[in-house]
């Protein structure tokens, strides 16, 4: 799964603001059925493990795809890399063995994503100064420093910093942090997440929910329509929800991004993370304090103020100009063929990084080995099964979801189906492997009738439905369905997360913390034998008999009226 951190969010501004407007004085929005809500229903009591059909979607299957796909001769699978090459050209080979048909627009397997890759060096040390005094920030320690102009140096050179607060402008929530500000040619100093994450007053915004104004892509574009140079996100880790190692493993290396007609030239020309002690210490040389700062900025009508403090630093650049590619196979349909039903996951991870206790290569063998392993189980699913499904089955591996859902976001603004006739997607990414699950719980509940397909194929499976239980690290927007979402697909991301069937609610707590804080993005992340990889089988074939049943029928699920995807699939669409 691609980190809130290193998600791009691709939105025009009209459908952006078509997207935010929706949110308004509404509840239901992405992942806002607050943690701490009632189950959408009630957990049965029993203990057992559930039945498994005969269907071929077995523990073993899926250890077999992921065990080749997270080797160390995949060697982290970046885009551009001979890791990419194997893992693109491995899943083509199953999909082909398997007998699905080849969806790329040249009759391959491959729909290419043109792309560019930019490895940003900055100088060791970045210099602040003002007020009399000079402070020295050291890269990776204090700051994470990038850029998307496609130049070989950017040079920011004594530019003011000013502080403004969540760095938002919400007119529907009537905030706006840039008001009364002059950032032209000054870097902006902001908060991670969005008010209603700061848990002062969660009436704000939608509480303890991130919305998309939490998101950071959405922070670096609002500061370029504002005319900034530079934007800074201060890192804290209890409302980012991950730790600083993960600011570093995601930024420290070349980024890929898409490729724009103006060579990045609208973007900020710094992007970068601080962490919170770099932060007070530039706040005190401004004569400021960070907790009086910080609890302003938390409330309605804040202003922001200029630091008198200006930044001085220099990011040296090496550009590659690539093609990187989505996996695409296609399984007919019987009766309606140009009806189409999407299963995707992502394909790529981190590639080889900085070594920790030893290791350089970041496998990614939950995140998302096993997604994609999840793929093939369901295609061979789908191919054993003796009712073929009367709608078309696409199978979608996509590229460059680690560096900001950019395959499958390529794919949604450059779909080989068409968007019309496209009747969901159902995205797998970072199946678990601590055994079976209770619950099924969906990120973004109450967005669309897909609820209810889950909710059917769970009670299958003596398990309960519930929302996403920290919808405060907005996950809602850090996977490949977001981009099917934001051009009006429905779109279902749903998993065993919360309740171990054998061992309980806290145990399953622990293994998902305990991944998140040793091994989410890091080395240590690889295929391990001892998994228990049953659950992953049963989300699996959850999802599986959910696509049979979107197969057999004439309808289209909708969005429900509250959801802010419901007017984009209206115009491709209208009922």
């Known amino acids: 799964m691609m980190h809130l951190l290193t998600m791009r969010a691709w939105l025009a501004p009209a459908v952006a603001g078509l997207l935010l407007a929706g949110c308004q004085g509404k509840t239901t929005t992405a992942d806002t059925a ?29 250890a077999r795809h992921i065990k080749v796909l997270a080797s160390d001769e995949y060697q982290g699978r970046r885009p551009f890399t001979a890791g990419e090459d194997k893992a693109t050209a491995y899943l083509a080979a199953e999909f082909k063995k398997l007998g699905l048909k080849p969806g790329g627009p040249d009759g391959t397997y491959f729909q290419p994503v043109p792309l560019v890759e930019i490895a940003g060096r900055p100088d060791s040390v970045a210099t602040v100064t003002g007020n009399g005094k000079s402070l020295a920030l050291k890269y990776r320690t204090d700051f994470m420093f990038l850029t998307e102009h496609e130049q070989p140096t950017v040079e920011i050179k004594d530019s003011p910093l000013v502080f403004a607060g969540y760095g938002v402008t919400a007119p529907e929530y009537k905030w706006d942090d840039y008001a009364g500000l002059d950032v032209k040619g000054k870097t902006v100093v902001v908060l991670i997440n969005d008010p209603g994450n700061a848990g002062n007053d969660t009436t704000m915004f939608q509480g303890k929910a991130m919305t998309y104004y939490g998101r950071w892509g959405y922070k670096y574009e609002e500061a370029a329509r504002h005319g900034a140079t530079g934007l800074l996100i201060i890192h804290d880790t209890k409302p980012a929800s991950y730790p600083w190692t993960v600011v570093q493993s995601s930024n420290g290396g070349a980024k890929l991004h898409p490729t724009t007609p103006d060579h990045g030239a609208s973007k900020v020309a710094l992007e970068g993370w601080m962490t919170l002690d770099a932060a007070k210490r530039i706040f005190a040389a401004a004569g400021q304090n960070y907790d009086a700062l910080y609890a302003a900025a938390n409330t309605r009508g804040f202003k922001g103020k200029a630091l008198g403090l200006s930044l001085t630093t220099t990011l040296h650049n090496k550009i590659i100009y690539k093609t990187s590619k989505n996996v695409v196979a296609v399984l007919p349909g019987t009766t309606r063929p140009k009806e189409y039903i999407i299963y995707s996951a992502h394909w790529d991870h981190l590639g080889i990084g900085p070594a920790v206790k030893g290791d350089s290569i970041y496998n990614g063998a939950l995140d998302n080995a096993s997604g994609c392993a999840g793929l093939l189980a369901i295609a061979t699913a789908f191919e054993q099964a003796k009712e073929k499904p009367q709608r078309s089955i696409v199978f979608l591996a996509v590229t460059g979801e680690e560096q900001g859902l950019l395959g499958s976001d390529y794919y949604a603004q450059h779909p080989l189906f068409p968007v019309a006739n496209t009747v969901a997607d159902i995205n797998m990414d970072e199946l678990l492997a601590f055994g ?48 099917f979402a934001k051009v009006g697909i429905p779109a ?14 806290a145990f399953a707590e622990k293994e998902r913390e305990d991944f998140e804080a040793n091994n989410y993005h890091q080395p240590s992340d690889q295929y391990n034998p001892a998994w228990d990889l049953r659950g992953a089988a049963q989300d699996a074939r959850l999802l599986f008999r959910i696509g049979q049943k979107l197969a057999s029928e004439t309808t289209f699920p909708q969005w429900k009226p509250s959801s802010e995807f419901r007017a984009v699939r209206l115009k491709s669409r209208p009922r």
Do not use: C
């Open 492 to 505: 279902l991301y749903a998993s065993g997360s919360f309740e171990s069937r054998l061992h309980g609610k």
């Open 34 to 62: 607050a943690a701490g809500a009632p189950a959408a229903e009630a957990a049965p009591t029993d203990t057992a493990s559930v039945p498994t059909p005969n269907d071929g979607i077995t523990p073993a299957l899926l």
């Open 436 to 483: 079976p699950m209770r619950d099924l719980t969906i990120t973004g509940y109450g967005q669309s009738d897909l609820d209810d397909y889950a909710r059917a194929a769970a009670k299958e499976q003596n398990r309960y439905v519930i929302p996403y239980q920290h919808p405060e690290t907005g996950s809602f927007y850090r996977s490949d369905h977001f981009s």
